[in-house]
């Protein structure tokens, strides 16, 4: 069965950085759109950023566009979420996850998830 870890979640200050890994495992790139979510305390969880099977395309929300940067390594099996300038309203559990496809930043029709690593921006 294809898992799903995530990594490099922690206390930044804001305007820090930190860059999320999700290490996939049984898994082609090619077959499915990975997505990243978050789910700050008492708030639905929401998506961040997705990326194509192809790698060819990848949609961010607004909140997000221009801090956050997502990347897939396919000899790594692994994808990517650098995040710069965070902001206190970054704080949230981040989730990668594998589906069918993008809607724009959404992915539609998640498979699999990981178990999520927290993000928190405070001073």
């Known amino acids: 069965q294809l898992q799903l870890v995530e990594s490099g979640g922690g206390l930044v200050q804001p305007g820090g950085s930190l860059r999320l890994s999700c290490a996939v495992s049984?898994?082609?790139?090619?077959?499915?759109?990975i997505g990243w979510f978050r789910q700050a305390p008492g708030k639905e969880r929401e998506g961040v950023s997705c990326i194509t099977s192809s790698g060819d395309n990848t949609y961010y929300t607004y909140f997000v566009k221009g801090r956050f940067s997502f990347s897939r390594d396919s000899a790594q099996n692994t994808v990517y979420l650098q995040m710069n300038d965070l902001k206190p309203e970054d704080t949230a559990v981040y989730y990668c996850a594998v589906g069918s496809y993008c809607s724009s930043y959404v992915l539609y029709h998640p498979k699999y998830w990981g178990r999520g690593t927290q993000v928190t921006v405070s001073s």
């Open positions: 049984r898994f082609t790139f090619d077959d499915y759109a």
